[in-house]
């Protein structure tokens, strides 16, 4: 752990144990660190100060935009619309080619934020025309008092919610966020201990698969996102587990995202993910029994359309993040009228 020396601390944490020496036991990720006094957690967000935790990134925004849902991605969620999208810095993970890495992979010194209070995110939220908030960019477990405080009085204002997760958060921080969240978009990067070392250097991904299907429970909109990796998870043995996975525990109504991975950071050697193999992964997720499966980061591509599960009529047509045309009236297929799951 990282011994911190902060003189002006922003937010007491709401999920952590005292222990004896004035160590602190963190309870928001599942990696629940142990903090001695002046130290801070794996992720560099918190800090122990006298047997007492606090968060230093309360409010302190990285990065501010307005996107479309699409880009989170989420298809299924009313699609089309406009989202402010907020992130702050620091991340459970060190995915070795994370897109992201200059906020996510953020330890300590200068955080180059601005501070943004819960009630002016609502202002701006509705100013810009947006529905709803989504917390992206970086880890929105590490900002759990924060998005708490602001969902709560995004709900009072009619907005929606949302978190782009790697699904790493505690149940026990679920359960305090899960009232006041709309969308639950998170990423399976794999289906093995082994893959999900190399990739987020974690030894139990079982709690993420435990907490996804929490999410659910609660009602939820959940999509799931996996990046075809070559050499990491772009096998079939992983990816059938995946697939099967969503199928029967989420359901098969629940969109199953295998997007292209790009050449980043300590994977850029690597070369894009060949198009065979995800059209592979789309035909397992199918035959698995997925309803909705699509292929991301292939602009063009006919499977980043939606169509009729059950006629196979096109619904919706997309150019990237933008929807060329949505024919779904009433939440219904114009052909078959059957009930297309989501909110449209």
Known sequence: MQKFVIADMKKETILFKKLGDKKVKCNICQRRCIISESHTGWCGTRVNKGGILYSMIYGEVSSLSVNPIEKKPVFH???GSRWLSLGSVGCNFRCPGCQNWDIAHWKRGEMYTEYLPPEELIIRTKASGC???SWTFNEPALWLEYTLDAANRAKEQGLYTNYVTNGFITEEALDMIAPFLDVYRVDIKAFS?????RTGHIKQFNGILDVTQKAKGYGMHVEVVTNVTPGFNDNETELQGIASWINNTLGPETPWHVTRFYPHL???HLPQTPLPVLEKAWSIGKDEGLWYVYIGNVPGHRWENTYCHKCGAILIERDIFEITKNRISNSKCP?????IPGKF
Do not use: A, D, Q, V
């Not at 201990?193 to 070392?197: D, F, G, I, L, P």
């Open 266 to 268: 300590k994977l850029s």
């Open 131 to 133: 529905i709803g908030i």
């Open 193 to 197: 201990k082994k893959t999900y070392m």
């Open 77 to 79: 969620f009313y699609p």
């Open 335 to 339: 052909e078959c009228k059957t009930l």
